[in-house]
């Protein structure tokens, strides 16, 4: 009701006398849109739609916003925070069960010689000069078949690689579990 009756009073008054007027200070917010110099067009008012109930229900629902931005954020963090946690446990969890895949085998020669640990899965690899000796148990991490179907078997403790099996000679490595001495 305020409203209609300032945009009246403003549509009657030419800008210099509304700038003198009395009700210029409860009119304050609204002269700048409602009222512009339009003397020379007949018939317009200089009125541009605005609701001020909608300005500010506008600006009390982005305040709402805003508030409930903030206050999910710290909620975000956390589960982000429970996300991270969750991926280094797994990856715990993986590399422990890959620790714990390990199986243990005896060097069993068949041509009762040592054999040197290669540094790659191939039998003509290099061999940097550590070997195994008859009967010797070990922990094999990984198992990859090679050419002529032989089985490389990767040690545990990290120094290389060995074959179970060697074309033209035979058995070399055996699973602790179908080991006779």
């Known amino acids: 009701k305020q409203l209609g009756t300032s945009v009246?009073?403003?549509?009657?008054?030419?800008?210099q006398e509304l700038s003198q007027s009395p009700a210029r200070t409860k009119m304050a917010g609204c002269m700048a849109c409602c009222v512009t110099n339009n003397d020379d067009e007949p018939?317009?008012?200089?009125?541009?739609?605005?609701?001020?109930m909608n300005e500010e229900e506008a600006s009390f629902s982005k305040a709402?916003?805003?508030?409930?931005?903030k206050e999910e954020e710290p909620k975000k963090v956390e589960e982000l925070k429970k996300e991270e946690v969750k991926k280094v446990e797994a990856k715990a969890e993986d590399a422990k069960e890959s620790k714990t895949k390990t199986t243990t085998w005896v060097y069993t020669p068949c041509n009762g010689k040592r054999v040197h640990i290669r540094s790659e899965a191939s039998i003509t690899s290099h061999a940097p000069g550590e070997c195994l000796r008859a009967d010797e148990e070990f922990e094999v991490t990984e198992e990859k078949k090679g050419d002529d179907d032989v089985l490389f078997l990767?040690?545990?403790d990290?120094?290389?690689?060995v074959f179970a099996n060697k074309p033209g000679v035979g058995m070399m490595c055996t699973r602790l579990e179908d080991y006779v001495k």
């Open 8 to 15: 009246a009073l403003a549509r009657s008054l030419r800008p």
């Open 43 to 52: 018939g317009t008012t200089g009125l541009k739609p605005m609701d001020p």
């Open 64 to 69: 709402v916003k805003v508030a409930q931005e």
């Open 154 to 156: 990767k040690l545990a």
């Open 158 to 161: 990290g120094r290389g690689w």
